[in-house]
């Protein structure tokens, strides 16, 4: 969904490094998450966030940060990448109203490779 | 732990022909839906069903969910070459406020 946009497309990067995945969103929704998936695991939720004084631990938050700079940014760090955090990696939104709509608008994701 | 298991994990069919997906899941939920993957994109909403309904259908799409077999299964009928993608049932557990994905089938449709 373009209207759901991250940066960059695919990384490459070594053992250690620190690595910065960022999205941003133009369809005015209040909540964001990340995701990662792996072959055959489906999609786990790394970090939430329903605005911007508010993060949330997914399952798998351990080796990783985030940050809502603004309602419409929401970014994923890691802090010192190891190679089982390769991996495709998903930015996601919702207007979180429980009447309409709670589905989530992806982004086209980030491949993560981590030597 | 995967909240939700689709079953078949892959399946492969000819164009016109019916493709049945099935999504168990553990515990009681606010609503299930259906997501669509291409190859390497992001995932695509389908369907959304709450635990009240028992059938929905949109298009070709045919979706049912029997909650006290904790069950769903995602029907798509005269499929298409296009159809071809990976299919991800999610559940909305009550007091978590965040979908759980499973773990998804590959459908593939020979044209």
């Known amino acids: 969904d373009a209207d759901v946009t991250q940066t960059p497309r695919n990384r490459i990067t070594k053992t250690g490094k620190r690595i910065m995945l960022e999205c941003s969103q133009t369809?005015?929704?209040?909540?964001m998450y990340w995701y990662r998936q792996d072959p055959g695991l489906g999609l786990r939720l790394i970090y939430y966030?329903?605005?911007?004084?508010?993060?949330n631990k997914g399952e798998i938050s351990d080796g990783y940060s985030v940050s809502r700079q603004a309602q419409a940014k929401f970014s994923l760090s890691l802090e010192s990448a190891i190679p089982n955090q390769t991996a495709l990696y998903f930015c996601?939104?919702?207007?979180?109203?429980?009447?309409?709509?709670?589905?989530?608008?992806f982004g086209s994701g980030t491949q993560l490779s981590v030597l | 732990s995967q909240q939700g298991e689709e079953d078949p994990q892959a399946l492969s069919i000819q164009e016109g022909e019916n493709a049945t997906m099935n999504c168990s899941y553990k515990t009681s939920i606010n609503n299930l839906q259906w997501y669509r993957q291409n190859s390497g994109r992001g995932l695509v909403h389908l369907i959304l069903?709450?635990?009240?309904?028992r059938e929905k259908h949109s298009g070709r799409l045919r979706v049912t969910l029997d909650t006290s077999k904790k069950s769903s299964s995602l029907l798509i009928t005269a499929s298409r070459a296009a159809d071809t993608a990976s299919y991800f049932c999610a559940t909305d557990p009550p007091g978590t406020d965040k979908l759980i994905f499973g773990t998804g089938t590959r459908l593939q449709v020979f044209p």
């Open positions: 996601a939104t919702s207007d979180g109203h429980p009447a309409t709509n709670e589905k989530l608008f």
């Open positions: 966030s329903f605005d911007v004084k508010d993060i």
């Open positions: 369809k005015g929704h209040d909540r």
């Open positions: 069903i709450r635990s009240n309904e």
